[in-house]
């Protein structure tokens, strides 16, 4: 018999061991690989040996680019703050669920995270549906959907050049012609009257509930993305009674009530951890125009 294969950090670090005065034990034991580009959050102190720790980590994991991510945004774009550490570009193709994400890992957002989310997207859409995606990015949602959910059409908004760019070649990788892309901010460029379902897939969604509701048939559902600083059970978490206490659901059904609809149902789940205190959820909301 073959013995087991040792862990790919077992293996990093032994190579690292060979570097003299290096603390291979500090090297960090997890990492994001998005396409043929690998994150990594190493330890300030290992700065010095960033080449050498990203050859390593290159050459054990098949990366063909290795980069520090510092774990800051910028800017109401989300900007990744990322450094180079070993490789030279950062422009790939991530495959994930037979859908391919063309990305510049320093310009745009990608998490590895949401993968579930975004084929519970592909799967939930039905035949015949008419989309709109107020926040669409690279098309996280919106590719997923148009590959797999067989729309007729998907109306995907997305105000950030460099996102639109990379939505635009995710489409043609993709021959996902069922998108529509509009490059602009979703409260001009959004239809009216048309959504079957609606994709809020921003974190500060829920002060742009009136466009997803001016973006509505009578009859559609939002999922809409949000940060939370109370635990959230993971899968399903059912709506509150009537009247209980939940700043989230309250100020959906005041949105609704103020654009001429009602709430039908209204469902929670737990995406991801994001950080030691906050939850990245979604909530599914069914309405119904009054």
């Known amino acids: 018999m073959h013995p087991p294969p040792h862990p790919p950090i077992d293996v990093i670090r032994g190579e690292a061991s060979r570097i ?154 993709n021959r996902a012609g069922a998108v529509e892309a509009r490059l602009g901010d979703c409260r001009e460029v959004a239809p009216a009257g048309v959504a079957d379902r609606v994709i809020m897939g921003h974190f500060g969604s829920v002060g742009y509930l009136p466009v997803a509701f001016r973006a509505m048939k009578d009859l559609a559902t939002i999922h809409l993305h949000a940060l939370l600083r109370r635990p959230a059970g993971e899968g399903p978490v059912a709506a509150p009674a009537a009247g209980a206490p939940d700043p989230l659901f309250d100020r959906i059904r005041m949105e609704a009530e103020s654009s001429g609809f009602r709430v039908d149902s209204l469902t929670m789940r737990r995406v991801k951890s994001y950080g030691p205190h906050r939850v990245h959820v979604v909530v599914d909301a069914e309405f119904i125009s009054t």
């Open 20 to 173: 003299a005065g290096f603390d291979a034990g500090a090297l960090p034991r997890r990492w994001e690989k998005v396409g043929d580009v690998l994150l990594l959050r190493p330890p300030p102190d290992l700065a010095p040996w960033g080449d050498a720790i990203g050859r390593i980590y290159a050459n054990v994991l098949g990366a063909s680019t290795v980069v520090e991510d510092r774990a800051r945004i910028h800017g109401p774009w989300r900007v990744p703050d990322i450094r180079r550490l070993w490789g030279d570009g950062t422009e790939t193709v991530h495959v994930e669920n037979g859908v391919r994400f063309k990305l510049d890992v320093a310009k745009v957002m990608f998490s590895s995270g949401n993968v579930g989310e975004r084929g519970r997207m592909a799967r939930i859409a039905r035949p015949g549906e008419t989309v709109v995606d107020l926040f669409a990015g690279i098309g996280y949602f919106s590719i997923p959907i148009a590959v797999h959910g067989q729309p007729s059409r998907v109306v995907s908004c997305e105000v950030n050049p460099t996102a639109f760019h990379y939505l635009q070649e995710n489409i043609r990788l």
